[in-house]
């Protein structure tokens, strides 16, 4: 394969053109490596290498301006809106930022296309008079405001234009126009100067005027890189501009055209593969690139053109080890690097002026990865130790003096993550550049092993070095919210840099660093709408027609930048692979790119269509988790059955083994995490604890309707102390939490009233116990060792002469759950009758200690379901309507014999513990 450089280099050398006295001019400055390497052996003899540039880099020379740093610009232009600017109240310079970053793209464009600037700005500023009656003698402030602002555009445009020139200074679209202003001088002052163009393809206006008047003076030559295929086709927009070019230079009415090549009809093996997700792309370039490593043993000939920047690191993680020599021609964006996480949650936090930081942001921080090894004391980090304060103490809010108290050695440290920045810029970039210099000292002292790390610290020493440069010239950043949008326009600008070996082993490039360049094997990720091409986009101020009429470049000659590209990337190839992603993401990429669909209707080549999927083994024979019993885990049971196995451990057990497993054999608690609203068994416990203080001073006597009123009272600071003690500092004065605290105090109050109408209808009321533990040994003949039951009644009281066991339960519980027909599903059904298990062991232990000479009655009063009353249990005959509402000797009876069938189950060292389906 032979590469349009080697064809431009070998007809100048046909020509006896002295290569090292002329100016070879590409599209970028990537392709002038790969110039200078195919011009080493293309020359028999030694010469000196000629200049080659960029066409940035020749305008610039042109235009003597130098150029300016987007977010140089942004500073320069508000500097220059607010000289402009007549009013007493200018935006803020993060207002500003806002809409001017749009407008400078706009006069980018209106130079480098040489629109006559008078005239669009006027034109824009008549329309907008139109579209809101100017006539109009009723017009409102903000169409005044309005209309005033279009009319300043062209005041705006000149004044910068004016103050950028007399600094020196310019963005592009003004150094391609000053270049324009300039040729003629640079002609007569260079007489003897030849420059060859070559790789170009869509020019504005500038680029067109400045390479037709060296042409026209023959001061230059220019090759095109365009194939048969798309030039003759008058649809194809792969050849749009170049087209153009032939049909409307004067130059061509006498001059040849070069070159039209006949390349794209060879041979060539093109493969779309559809694959899911950016991943599933990074991981099928790995597999390709795996198997071309196999088969021709070098990749030197082979490159990765990705079509979506995000795709970089992904890829450099599934390249096969198998391939050493690498060269990534496009650079890492810095926003990609974890370090850039760790500033942006510093500003979030920052930006909001408080003293008392939220919780996940503050352990958020502590736990970055560049962070958390500057908590290290010893063989321990004291970042667990911090988090478990907070847990433990249910801190949603936390001051920096409060959390200098969970660990004062690293007080430095936290005075500089959360000291105040008093929304001062200047306190900010010294509080972060100070931050990176603490960092840097840590990762030296094990240097070998953190110098990628060392390397990303270094790139963001230097964005913030550049914002204080910044900031102490202009002065214009304020606040913080202003610096945080600085921060973010020079973050996307900047890249980390990959060094390598530019000419050897396998490339990965960008779709614009391919442009001259020529591979035999191409990858092409991201082939997807949206994507490859950009599709639609109007980030301007200048309408569609504006820009038709002025010959702007709208979203149709976007798209055939893109065409031009992705055809002449496969124009010589060999072998070529089009990646897209399968998975539409509207924010992304939509489905597979028009280009796709091209390559399948032009009929050219027969193009191989797969979709990839990763290779998963499905395992048909996925079961359930069963763990068996040996003699250590009946060890801890015995010990567990010794100390007291309570209802809610049975219960557990009934609705999954395994978690009855984790719980109380493993000792796996689960996690407790900070309880930001007030979690369900809270609330619960809170009535519990509330009720307890109520009723226990009348413990063994009768109550009266007068003594539960003067309860009513006390239920504010009772409830607001339980609320503190479970609660411990997290905040129940607002949000859904302080609706919890008020159904809390509306629970006990309704119950009360309940309690206080039920009395006074004449019914009597003895409280027996309140919160009363009971522990029984329970006598099973199988089992050769103690087996305690325990368990904590809520309360027990004797109404009208019947003696009532209640659980207090929180949640909703209705009659149908306390209600049992087939003693079997006790200890099988977790869902309908845990709660008839609990209430039958509660009154099981109470009979256990004092068998039942009166009527006995146990049941659930639910605080969502108060108008249900005293839920009893009730064993209900089968086939009948007919219940038993009173615990008998008989019922009893039946729940003791499901107890210890469900206790030798337990114990049966042939039962395993078998996960059930959830």
């Known amino acids: 394969m032979t590469t349009f450089i080697h064809d431009v280099l070998a007809d100048l050398n046909k020509k006896q053109v002295d290569v090292s006295k002329i100016t070879l001019i590409l599209p970028s400055k990537r392709a002038g490596v790969f110039l200078k390497h195919e011009l080493t052996n293309s020359i028999q003899t030694p010469i000196f290498s000629p200049i080659i540039l960029s066409i940035e880099e020749f305008v610039e020379e042109l235009s003597q301006l130098k150029a300016i740093s987007n977010t140089e610009?942004?500073?320069?232009?508000?500097?220059?809106?607010?000289?402009?600017?007549?009013?007493?109240?200018?935006?803020?310079?993060?207002?500003?930022?806002?809409?001017?970053?749009?407008?400078l793209q706009d006069f980018n464009e209106i130079d480098r296309y040489l629109i006559p600037q008078e005239?669009?700005?006027?034109?824009?500023?008549?329309?907008?008079?139109?579209?809101?009656?100017?006539?109009?003698?009723?017009?409102?402030?903000?169409?005044?405001?309005?209309?005033?602002?279009?009319?300043?555009?062209?005041?705006?445009?000149?004044?910068?234009?004016?103050?950028?020139?007399?600094?020196?200074?310019?963005?592009?679209?003004?150094?391609?126009?000053?270049?324009?202003?300039?040729?003629?001088?640079?002609?007569?002052?260079?007489?003897?100067?030849?420059?060859?163009?070559?790789?170009?393809?869509?020019?504005?206006?500038?680029?067109?005027?400045?390479?037709?008047?060296?042409?026209?003076?023959?001061?230059?030559?220019?090759?095109?890189?365009i194939d048969k295929s798309f030039f003759e086709n008058k649809n194809h927009d792969a050849s749009l501009f170049i087209r153009q070019h032939q049909n409307q230079w004067k130059y061509f009415e006498s001059n040849p055209f070069n070159w039209v090549t006949s390349h794209y009809k060879q041979t060539k093996d093109i493969s779309v593969i559809g694959v899911p997700k950016n991943v599933g792309q990074a991981k099928c370039i790995g597999n390709i690139l795996n198997k071309l490593q196999e088969e021709n043993n070098t990749l030197n000939n082979t490159a990765v053109v990705l079509g979506e920047e995000s795709l970089l690191l992904p890829v450099l993680n599934s390249i096969p080890e198998a391939i050493k020599a690498l060269n990534i021609t496009m650079g890492l964006p810095l926003k990609s690097i974890p370090l850039a996480t760790l500033f942006e949650q510093l500003f979030f936090v920052h930006k909001k002026e408080t003293t008392n930081y939220y919780f996940k942001d503050v352990i958020k921080i502590l736990s970055h990865q560049f962070i958390r090894p500057l908590l290290q004391s010893g063989f321990s980090n004291d970042l667990q130790k911090v988090v478990q304060i907070i847990e433990s103490n249910n801190l949603i809010y936390i001051s920096l003096s409060r959390l200098t108290t969970f660990a004062p050695q690293h007080k430095t440290l936290f005075k500089l993550l959360f000291g105040k920045w008093d929304n001062n810029p200047s306190t900010a970039l010294k509080q972060c550049q100070t931050l990176?210099?603490?960092?840097?000292?840590?990762?030296?002292?094990?240097?070998?092993?953190?110098?990628?790390?060392?390397?990303h610290l270094f790139k963001f020493n230097t964005l913030f070095n550049e914002l204080i440069l910044l900031d102490e010239q202009y002065k214009h950043v304020s606040d913080i919210a202003s610096l945080f949008s600085v921060y973010k326009e020079l973050l996307s600008t900047q890249t980390l840099d990959f060094k390598g070996e530019p000419l050897e082993g396998l490339q990965?490039?960008?779709?614009?660093?391919?442009?001259?360049?020529?591979?035999?094997?191409?990858?092409?990720?991201?082939?997807?709408e949206g994507i490859l091409p950009s599709g639609k986009s109007n980030n301007s101020f200048i309408?569609?027609?504006?820009k038709l009429e002025n010959n702007l470049p709208t979203y149709k000659e976007k798209d055939a930048v893109y065409t031009y590209h992705f055809y002449r990337l496969l124009q010589r190839a060999k072998r070529i692979f089009i990646i897209y992603n399968t998975e539409i993401d509207p924010l992304k990429g939509g489905e597979k790119s028009r280009f796709i669909t091209q390559l399948d209707l032009e009929g050219i080549h027969k193009i191989k269509h797969t979709i990839a999927v990763p290779n998963i083994a499905l395992d048909t024979n996925i079961k359930e988790t069963v763990i068996t019993k040996n003699d250590d885990v009946i060890n801890q049971l015995k010990k567990y059955a010794a100390k007291g196995l309570s209802p809610s451990a049975l219960t557990s057990y009934i609705r999954n083994p395994i978690d009855f497993y984790f719980q109380k054999v493993l000792k796996i608690k689960e996690y407790d995490d900070v309880e930001e609203t007030v979690a369900a068994n809270t609330l619960g416990t809170v009535i519990h604890n509330t009720l307890e203080d109520f009723y226990k001073p009348f413990e063994g006597r009768l109550i009266t309707w007068e003594q539960i009123s003067e309860m009513k009272p006390?239920?504010?600071?009772?409830?607001?102390?339980?609320?503190?003690?479970?609660?411990?500092?997290?905040?129940?004065?607002?949000?859904?939490?302080?609706?919890?605290?008020?159904?809390?105090?509306r629970y006990i109050f309704n119950f009360l009233e309940l309690e206080i109408a039920d009395l006074k209808a004449g019914n009597t009321l003895e409280i027996l116990a309140v919160e009363l533990d009971n522990t029984v040994e329970i006598q099973i003949p199988e089992l050769d060792f103690p087996v305690r039951i325990t368990g904590k009644v809520d309360r027990i009281d004797k109404r009208n002469g019947i003696t009532r066991v209640i659980?207090?339960?929180?949640g909703n519980v209705d009659s149908s759950k306390v209600q049992i027909t087939n003693w079997e599903d006790l200890t099988t059904d977790y869902d309908k009758y845990s709660k008839s298990f609990q209430v039958l062991t509660y009154a099981y232990l109470m009979h256990s200690k004092n068998p039942f000479t009166e009527p006995v009655e146990a049941g659930i009063i639910s605080f969502k379901n108060l108008n249900g009353g005293f839920l009893k249990f009730a064993k209900k005959e089968t086939g009948s309507n007919q219940k038993i509402e009173i615990i008998n000797h008989e019922i009893l009876e039946e729940y003791q014999t499901q107890l210890k069938?469900?206790?030798?189950?337990?114990?049966?060292?042939?039962?395993?513990?078998?996960?059930?389906a959830t």
């Open 543 to 546: 309408p569609y027609d504006v």
């Open 73 to 103: 610009l942004l500073f320069e232009f508000y500097e220059t809106y607010l000289q402009v600017h007549e009013e007493q109240n200018p935006d803020s310079f993060d207002t500003f930022s806002k809409w001017a970053q749009i407008l």
């Open 436 to 455: 990176i210099l603490i960092i840097k000292a840590h990762l030296e002292q094990q240097k070998k092993e953190n110098l990628l790390a060392l390397e």
């Open 901 to 916: 069938q469900l206790i030798l189950e337990i114990f049966n060292l042939e039962i395993p513990f078998t996960e059930k």
């Open 714 to 745: 006390k239920i504010a600071v009772t409830v607001t102390k339980h609320f503190k003690d479970l609660f411990k500092e997290g905040d129940i004065t607002k949000g859904k939490n302080l609706i919890v605290f008020e159904i809390s105090k």
């Open 807 to 810: 659980d207090y339960k929180s």
């Open 119 to 225: 005239h669009i700005f006027d034109y824009l500023s008549a329309i907008k008079e139109l579209n809101h009656w100017s006539v109009d003698t009723k017009q409102t402030n903000f169409v005044k405001n309005y209309l005033v602002f279009w009319k300043r555009l062209k005041i705006y445009y000149n004044q910068l234009t004016e103050n950028l020139i007399n600094k020196k200074k310019g963005y592009q679209g003004l150094i391609y126009r000053e270049a324009v202003e300039n040729i003629q001088n640079y002609i007569e002052t260079n007489p003897d100067k030849h420059h060859v163009f070559l790789g170009f393809n869509a020019l504005n206006k500038a680029e067109e005027t400045i390479i037709q008047e060296l042409l026209e003076n023959s001061h230059a030559d220019i090759y095109w890189d």
């Open 508 to 528: 990965i490039m960008g779709m614009l660093e391919s442009r001259v360049l020529d591979f035999e094997t191409i990858i092409i990720s991201s082939v997807n």
